[in-house]
């Protein structure tokens, strides 16, 4: 009984040991909240010291490190406001800047534009070749041009233009008619009634100011 008695008392002994220095391992590898480690200072390419002086949240650092981004357009992935030519009577527009000089260049008709994602948005992809179609049958009545979310070079302007994808506007003498901005699938015919329904909403309040 006492040979017993003694394991027991060695068993015990050893688990109490081992918490206790796994207590120890853990309150000494534990970082303070307040911290950024270095290897998120690197991550963030930010020097080290830097970041251990400021004293900002995760998302304040990482929010800091994207607005110069943002407010800075990479030429090299978008070297093009607008696309040269137009595929299939659709104008591709890539920039904030191409889609101002875009629609303030063709003031002779008006002008659609489609807001959308075709790798991440299955009505966008659905509604591509619908879209196609009625630039080649409506293009008497207006021009055709799309924006893809994944080739613009502003994204907080395109989440403003169309916070709901896919999307459309349509302007007339360079200004969009608020009437007729609206979202989801389209057909042909719906899109002509669309052109022609703005350009009388544009008539209408043309007609109010005086103009």
């Known amino acids: 009984m006492a040979g017993l008695h003694t394991k027991k008392t060695v068993i015990v002994a050893y688990t109490v040991g081992f918490v206790m220095i796994m207590g120890c391992l853990i309150i000494k590898q534990k970082p303070q909240a307040t911290e950024i480690s270095e290897q998120l200072a690197t991550e963030l390419d930010l020097p080290v010291e830097e970041v251990k002086e400021q004293s900002k949240t995760f998302e304040q650092v990482v929010e800091q490190r994207l607005k110069p981004k943002r407010a800075v357009k990479n030429r090299s992935r978008f070297p093009l406001d607008i696309a040269e030519a137009p595929e299939q009577g659709v104008y591709h527009i890539y920039?904030?800047?191409?889609l101002e000089d875009f629609i303030s260049s063709h003031t002779d008709k008006p002008?659609?534009?489609?807001?959308?994602?075709k790798k991440a948005c299955s009505p966008c992809k659905a509604l591509e070749p619908t879209y196609l179609l009625s630039a080649k049958f409506l293009a008497h009545k207006a021009y055709f041009a799309q924006i893809d979310e994944g080739e613009f070079d502003d994204l907080d302007y395109f989440a403003e233009l169309a916070p709901i994808?896919?999307?459309?506007?349509?302007?007339?003498?360079g200004e969009v008619v608020a009437a007729k901005e609206f979202q989801g699938l389209r057909s042909r015919t719906h899109l002509k009634e669309e052109i022609e329904d703005a350009q009388q909403?544009?008539?209408?309040?043309?007609?109010?100011?005086?103009?």
């Open 201 to 211: 909403e544009h008539l209408r309040k043309k007609a109010a100011s005086g103009g």
């Open 95 to 98: 920039t904030a800047q191409g």
């Open 165 to 173: 994808i896919p999307a459309f506007k349509i302007y007339i003498d």
């Open 111 to 117: 002008v659609v534009v489609k807001f959308a994602n």
